[in-house]
Every structure is written in C-alpha cells, then in structure tokens.
C-alpha cells in the first residue's frame, strides 16, 4: 500500500483549526499587531523628522558595531573635503527611507531605549530640496561619538572630493584661480598684442587674467552668499 504525501500546509491548516481563536478573533490579533507595528514606526519617523539634538542615547555598549562609530572630529573632515553638512534630522528635507526606520526599531529593541537627537550627514541642497545624493543617518552616543544607522541613496561623484577642494580655504582658492588665469594667459596666441614676445608681457596678462578671474569669483561668492568648507560643514544657514 502507497502512502500518500504530506502536506504540510494541510498539517498547519488544522493545527490552526484546533485553536481557541475564531477567524474573527485572529484576524482582530493580527490587525492589533499590525497596528501597533505602524504606529511604533510613525513615533520613529516623528523623532528622526523633528530631531533638535541630543548629547547621547544610552546604548549598550557591549553590543554596538565599533566599526560604526565615529567620533565628531572625522565627521567634521569628511564634511569639509566633500562639502557637506552635518545637521539635525529636522533640517533635513528628503524622505526618510522605511529601511532607516526599521534599522531604528531594531535598535531600540535591541539596546531597550528610545533613540533620539538623530543627525545626518548629507550635501547643502538636501537641507533644503529633494535629492539623490547619499544622506548618512547618525544617533549621538555622547562625548562628541556618534552611531552611523543608516545610508540610502546614490554615491557621491568619484571627483566630489577633488571638485570641492578649492573651497576648503581662501589659499585653495587662490591658488585655483592663479592656475586659471596661467592656462588662459597661455591660451592667447603669440603677438596678439604685440609683434615681439617678453617674459614681462606674459606676466602682465597672466596678473591682468588673475584680476578678471578673481572678479568674477569674488562676485559670484558674495552675490550667492557662498562660504567655505569650514564654516558651513555644519551650519544651518540658507546662505552658506
């Protein structure tokens, strides 16, 4: 005689049909769970949208990835060679991912806390507009050492980095603008402005190039309000 194979959700269908519950009743429990699972992630969302600051969150170390703490101080760099910001969650103006959230649930379960002070680091437009650049989300340990939870979006342009570096420092910027006015100095063909050629005549184009260059600059940078990496790594200002 053959037997016949288990079903195994057969099997579980009837398990379920041995229980107290009615189909009412169950549903009900499940709706209940379901709910409060929503509003769990709703006091999340409001905490990371609303954040103002926080010295610390009580976190247990023992169970915190090291490799995901930071302490103020390189955050502070990696801003100013990128440009970018390190500000309260509540000045950020792009969507908070569920991914974040849920990471955020499971760590207050985990560590038994509520987090808040949330920070993040992202670009000046993010502040202030939707975008696609990659926002990283932090919670304060304390001490100046802060939790990385949490990084969507794309990556930053491979060239951010070098693209940005003329605005850490007046010196950098200077120094771009010298190399300008050189390249475009060098560009000029021979006896445009005079039939013989002199060491004194390229040098007084290249310094008449730097004041037009740096005209320019200068315009543009107080025109748009613009400021560099140092002072607006974490400043909440529009114009910065």
């Not at 070098?162 to 120094?175: E, G, Q, R, T």
Request: proline fraction near 4%; include cysteine.
């Amino acid at each position: 005689m053959l037997l016949s194979k288990t079903n195994i959700e057969q099997k579980l269908s009837k398990a379920r049909n041995k229980q107290i519950l009615s189909e009412d009743a169950r549903m009900k429990e499940v709706y209940n769970i379901l709910s409060n699972v929503d509003d769990e992630l709703e006091r999340i969302e409001q905490n990371v949208i609303t954040s103002n600051g926080r010295p610390n969150n009580n976190f247990n170390v023992n169970i915190l990835d090291s490799s995901r703490i930071y302490h103020v101080d390189e955050i502070k760099q990696i801003c100013i060679d990128y440009r970018l910001r390190f500000l309260d969650t509540k000045y950020f103006k792009g969507p908070i991912p569920a991914e974040a959230l849920s990471k955020i649930k499971s760590l207050e379960k985990e560590h038994n806390l509520e987090i808040q002070g949330f920070k993040i680091i992202a670009p000046s437009k993010l502040f202030k507009l939707e975008d696609k650049d990659d926002p990283l989300l932090f919670a304060p340990i304390g001490n100046g050492y802060h939790y990385l939870i949490h990084q969507w979006g794309n990556d930053l342009h491979p060239f951010r980095k070098l693209l940005m570096w003329p605005f850490k420092s007046i010196v950098n910027l200077a120094i771009l603008v010298l190399l300008m006015s050189t390249i475009t100095t060098m560009l000029i063909p021979d006896g445009l402005f005079s039939k013989t050629n002199s060491n004194a005549q390229f040098w007084i184009l290249n310094f008449f190039m730097f004041k037009c260059i740096a005209s320019v600059v200068i315009f543009y940078g107080f025109a748009m309000g613009k400021n560099f990496n140092p002072a607006i790594w974490n400043s909440k200002y529009f114009n910065s």
